[in-house]
């Protein structure tokens, strides 16, 4: 009989360790890091503790990422409600620079936009590659480039930017993006879950249409 069959017949036949159990007793194994030979009782209890250790660093991990999602989730919550509460275009202009700045810690955040109000405020400047690169857009795009001829928005911070977050801006049209930069070449990457970044610009989109008009029909 080989390895294969001797596992085979113990499956096959649990009552064996039963008529035996004296006998597994004295069978003495390796112990799994190396040194002296323990009893296969004790080396079920070894394999039961790495197995526990591994679970608990698995639910550590869960509630690490569960903790968060919550902080994020809740720096969403507070741009939602700033976003809700600006009476005006320059009200809601500044909500999302201050909260994307300070509450999200994103270094350089840059806005355009193209429909009414838009022109004379700092929403326009966006060059029409801009706008067709906006309007390809079905999800956020993370690159570690700028696309198209955006990293002239950045004036001379360009030259020091590393990872970028592009976010169109729409309300069934396109009609604006929302640009995040940073220095940090692992801040924004193609990987990355995209999930708040499109709750972000779904939010942006609604409050700019509320104060720059609905799209035409």
């Known amino acids: ?36 030979a323990i009893p296969i009782s004790e080396r079920q209890i070894l394999t039961l503790r790495e197995k526990n250790k591994q679970l608990e660093n698995k639910l550590r991990e869960l509630i690490e990422f569960g903790e968060e999602n919550d902080a994020i989730g809740e720096k969403v919550h507070r741009l939602a409600v700033a976003l809700l509460g600006a009476p005006d275009l320059a009200g809601a202009l500044h909500a999302v620079q201050f909260n994307l700045r300070e509450d999200f810690a994103v270094p350089y955040v840059v806005l355009r936009a193209w429909r009414g109000e838009a022109a004379g405020t700092i929403l326009e400047g966006a060059s029409e590659a801009t706008r067709e690169f906006a309007a390809s857009l079905t999800a956020p795009y993370c690159s570690a480039h700028a696309m198209v001829d955006t990293l002239s928005l950045f004036g001379d911070a360009g030259a020091q930017l590393r990872s970028f977050a592009y976010m169109p801006v729409r309300d069934g049209e396109t009609f604006g993006l929302v640009i995040l930069a940073s220095g940090d070449a692992q801040r924004f990457y193609p990987e990355m879950g995209m999930m ?10 609604a409050a700019l249409a509320r104060h720059l008009g609905a799209a035409q029909p």
């Open 1 to 36: 009989m080989n390895s294969e069959d001797v596992a085979a017949y113990l499956q096959e036949h649990p009552e064996f360790f039963e008529a035996y159990a004296d006998m597994l007793a004295q069978i003495y194994i390796p112990h799994p890091h190396g040194g002296r």
């Open 196 to 205: 708040y970044l499109k709750r972000i610009g779904e939010m942006v989109g």
